[in-house]
């Protein structure tokens, strides 16, 4: 069974550009979440969707969007690029949201990196 | 809103010795889950174990297992037996109900020295 894939693994961008980021969750799993982890603000909630549906939201500024498609699959959108948005975004697939025998399974993430 | 605190930033341990790794949390919540996870150098996720907070038993996993007060508010992860693949970041981690919305402490560096 394959794991949470996200694409691309490393990209590279300058300040003002805008991102996108994929993850495909585990088959079967209809809930993704996204988190950003920084060395100085750790692993921060970004948001959770569900049925294509945005269920929860971290405190994030707008810039930062996502959204799921009927596969499950998600996107999470970054834009006007800031020199603080350098992270590893990490994705995090469950069967269902807030069953929390549900394990979230993380994928390796994407290592964003902003000039 | 729940916070969760390592306060330990680096740990080392002998290979096939036990160490504990702590771990406490501040919540108004009755229900909720705790987990352990682990991030090697590849940087993947790894959960390693997780807690109903319901259950009084301590949860345990091979050589992973763990001590939970929930008075106390207190989840510390002990691994026995350590071997070199142990090495890697351990974050412990809260979820209540209802979202994935999980929060995670700041992590323990763990080396485990042959």
């Known amino acids: 069974k394959a794991g949470v894939t996200q694409t691309p693994r490393y990209l590279i961008k300058t300040r003002g550009q805008q991102v996108t980021l994929s993850c495909s969750p585990i088959s079967g799993h209809r809930s993704v979440s996204w988190y950003q982890q920084t060395p100085g603000q750790g692993l921060q909630f970004l948001f959770e969707?569900?049925?294509?549906?945005?269920?929860n939201k971290g405190n994030f500024p707008g810039r930062f969007s996502g959204r799921q498609f009927s596969n499950s699959r998600s996107e999470m959108n970054v834009s006007t690029l800031e020199l603080g948005d350098s992270a590893l975004y990490l994705c995090a697939s469950s069967l269902e949201p807030g069953a929390g025998a549900n394990v979230l399974t993380f994928g390796a993430g994407s290592r964003l990196t902003v000039l | 809103a729940q916070t969760v605190t390592q306060s330990q930033p680096e740990m080392s341990v002998q290979e096939a010795e036990t160490v504990t790794l702590s771990c406490t949390y501040d919540t108004s919540e009755s229900n909720y889950y705790l987990f352990w996870y682990k991030q090697p150098p590849s940087r993947q996720m790894i959960l390693v174990i997780r807690?109903?907070?319901?259950?009084?038993q301590n949860a345990t996993e091979n050589r992973f297992s763990v001590n939970f007060q929930k008075a106390a508010k207190s989840f510390s992860l002990k691994i026995s037996d350590s071997q070199l693949g142990d090495t890697a970041m351990y974050f412990c981690?809260?979820?209540?109900?209802?979202?994935?919305?999980?929060?995670f402490g700041a992590g323990t560096r763990l080396t485990v020295k042959p």
């Open positions: 981690a809260f979820m209540k109900l209802g979202n994935n919305d999980m929060r």
């Open positions: 807690q109903e907070a319901y259950k009084q």
């Open positions: 969707y569900f049925s294509e549906t945005q269920r």
